[in-house]
């Protein structure tokens, strides 16, 4: 039997950096069952990503309707030349095309769902959870946002994201470098937290000789929180890296002692759809410091693979940080922990329960 041909049309695809260009490469990359063509967008490192079929779609930098409208467009011509069994919606964006070529093909359609993207474009959201097959959340939280943005329950489908365990150091053991507070975000959304480990770097610093908070990641808020960081005389203590590759993530990662974003729930109610940075962290035994709502709180297991805080309270969130700086014990036990727990949450555990759901809309569609 010839395997199932799916079409996924996203914005958001590997070499660009990202959560969810992650979790959609590594679904590509897993999902072996599957005869796959990604439509998405052109990058510039785009000639060193993987040679599996992508029709990249070239566009006019910075005019985002414009490039969605091209986008989509680009799917509906892929998609009718190429005809596929199923198609796979990364992001709700490209919603329009994939529920157009369902219909035109009568094949069946799944949406991605992460949260904060829903309370953005609530029309669309509307639009896509309600006429998709059905529709893929990584968390209980997601799941909950997605149930009031318009998604049928019955069509719902929690499938957490994965982690790629085997090329993450398991011993931390000799880690006696500075104590190292590390944050991997873009720095674009405030309801990571950044303000308010600015707010406890003090604290920490005062209990804590020599700690540091290195944050990886690029983003328009980088500006203010570098001047933020000067104001309060904390430039000798935060380091903001920028973009790293991949190696040089892991080198961070196998330095740092503690993970620390302390997400809180934005007022839409969205926020994180994950954190996939917090299992990162988990399967490197690195323990976390996050927030103690929303998906966080799904991802973190208090008092077992980290600890969660009130993530409006910096003084918490401080006190969260020394302990975990101070007692290299409790941290160990909670890396090892998270760890384990890791070990049960692969990229190729995620593409199998995704292959199992497609197999099964297409093998029920009239």
């Known amino acids: 039997m010839s395997r199932p041909r799916?079409?996924?049309?996203?914005?958001?695809?590997?070499?660009?950096?990202?959560?969810?260009?992650?979790?959609?490469?590594?679904?590509?990359?897993?999902?072996?069952?599957?005869?796959?063509?990604?439509?998405?967008?052109?990058?510039?490192?785009?000639?060193?990503?993987?040679?599996?079929?992508?029709?990249?779609?070239?566009t006019a930098r910075g005019?985002?309707?414009?490039?969605?409208?091209?986008?989509?467009?680009?799917?509906?011509?892929?998609?009718?030349?190429?005809?596929?069994?199923?198609?796979?919606?990364?992001?709700?964006?490209?919603?329009?095309?994939?529920?157009?070529?369902?219909?035109?093909?009568?094949?069946?359609?799944v949406q991605y769902a992460y949260a904060m993207e829903l309370g953005h474009r609530p029309a669309l959201a509307r639009f896509a959870l309600a006429r998709s097959t059905a529709t893929i959340v990584l968390s209980q939280h997601?799941?909950?946002?997605?149930?009031?943005?318009?998604?049928?329950?019955?069509?719902?489908?929690?499938?957490p994201p994965g982690v790629d365990v085997a090329t993450a150091a398991p011993d931390r053991a000799g880690n006696n470098g500075p104590p190292t507070i590390l944050t991997v975000a873009r720095l674009a959304d405030r309801y990571k937290g950044f303000d308010v480990m600015l707010r406890a770097?003090?604290?920490?610093?005062?209990?804590?000789?020599?700690?540091?908070?290195?944050?990886?990641?690029?983003?328009?808020?980088?500006?203010?929180?570098?001047?933020?960081?000067?104001a309060w005389s904390l430039h000798d203590s935060v380091v903001f890296a920028g973009h790293v590759s991949r190696e040089e993530l892991d080198g961070w990662f196998a330095c740092a002692h503690v993970l620390a974003m302390p997400s809180r729930?934005?007022?839409?109610?969205?926020?994180?759809?994950?954190?996939?940075?917090?299992?990162?962290?988990?399967?490197?035994?690195?323990?976390?410091?996050?927030?103690?709502r929303g998906a966080a709180a799904e991802a973190v297991v208090h008092g077992e693979t980290g600890l969660l805080v009130d993530a409006t309270d910096h003084?918490?969130?401080?006190?969260?940080?020394?302990?975990?700086?101070?007692?290299?014990?409790?941290?160990s036990a909670l890396g090892a922990a998270g760890r384990e727990r890791a070990r049960m949450l692969t990229?190729?555990?995620?593409?199998?329960?995704?292959?199992?759901?497609?197999?099964?809309?297409?093998?029920?569609?009239?």
């Open 201 to 230: 770097m003090p604290l920490v610093r005062a209990r804590v000789p020599g700690v540091r908070w290195v944050v990886i990641g690029e983003g328009p808020l980088r500006g203010e929180l570098e001047r933020t960081a000067r």
């Open 6 to 58: 799916v079409l996924v049309t996203t914005p958001d695809f590997p070499p660009a950096v990202g959560g969810i260009q992650r979790l959609i490469g590594e679904l590509v990359a897993n999902a072996g069952g599957w005869e796959t063509l990604v439509v998405t967008l052109d990058h510039p490192d785009a000639a060193s990503a993987s040679a599996r079929p992508t029709h990249r779609v070239t």
């Open 142 to 159: 997601a799941a909950q946002v997605a149930r009031t943005a318009g998604a049928d329950p019955a069509r719902l489908h929690v499938i």
């Open 315 to 331: 003084v918490a969130t401080a006190g969260a940080l020394v302990e975990l700086l101070t007692d290299a014990e409790r941290a």
């Open 347 to 366: 990229w190729e555990r995620m593409a199998a329960s995704t292959e199992a759901l497609v197999a099964d809309l297409i093998a029920s569609r009239p």
């Open 265 to 292: 729930l934005p007022a839409d109610g969205g926020g994180e759809g994950y954190g996939l940075v917090y299992l990162e962290a988990a399967a490197r035994g690195l323990p976390s410091v996050a927030g103690d």
């Open 63 to 109: 005019l985002r309707r414009t490039t969605m409208a091209r986008l989509n467009a680009a799917s509906i011509r892929k998609g009718l030349a190429w005809r596929p069994d199923a198609v796979i919606c990364g992001h709700i964006v490209t919603s329009p095309a994939a529920l157009w070529l369902g219909r035109r093909l009568r094949v069946p359609t």
